[in-house]
């Protein structure tokens, strides 16, 4: 079964951050990259049962990928939430016990709340990535059309 390590990057993100990992329940591992959060971030993460690490400056934020433990890593920013049918989605793929040969990426819609309502982005993003993404295809891109779509969407929240 392919085990999945999501992994946010955050900077005082306390009032949004719960929210978020509340949704990560497919996920095997959480990790929390922190870049100088002055607020209850730390915290939060932690009641979540994040594994939390201060971001360096001279970094990539490549190199955090290497943090993981499991070989399959879903990208989370802090203001977004998996919908209940990705959560679904994520889980039915884990249980497949494989994955189909030669798939380094899988690609996941976003819709993100406006003023003036919701925005479903045509372009998916590949979001939950092979650690052996970047040693066979180079950097992940913004979009990749030979990464599958995975049912479900991905609610990017607007800023306080």
């Known amino acids: 079964m392919p085990l999945i390590t999501a992994l946010l990057h955050?900077?005082?993100?306390?009032?949004?951050l719960g929210r978020t990992l509340q949704t990560l329940l497919p996920c095997d591992e959480i990790i929390v990259v922190d870049h100088d959060?002055?607020?209850t971030t730390w915290r939060i993460a932690r009641e979540?049962?994040?594994?939390v690490v201060a971001a360096e400056r001279s970094r990539p934020l490549e190199h955090y990928l290497q943090l993981a433990r499991h070989d399959w890593i879903l990208s989370v920013e802090p203001r977004e939430s998996l919908t209940e049918s990705l959560e679904a989605t994520l889980l039915e793929w884990k249980s497949l016990n494989a994955v189909e040969t030669g798939v380094f990426a899988f690609s996941v819609l976003l819709r993100e709340e406006t003023p003036s309502g919701w925005f479903s982005n045509p372009t998916p993003q590949p979001r939950l990535v092979s650690r052996e993404y970047d040693q066979r295809r180079g950097r992940l891109q913004s979009s990749h059309p030979s990464a599958p779509l995975l049912e479900g969407e991905l609610l990017r929240f607007a800023l306080p």
């Open 48 to 51: 979540y049962g994040a594994r």
């Open 37 to 39: 959060s002055h607020d």
């Open 10 to 16: 955050t900077e005082n993100d306390a009032r949004r």
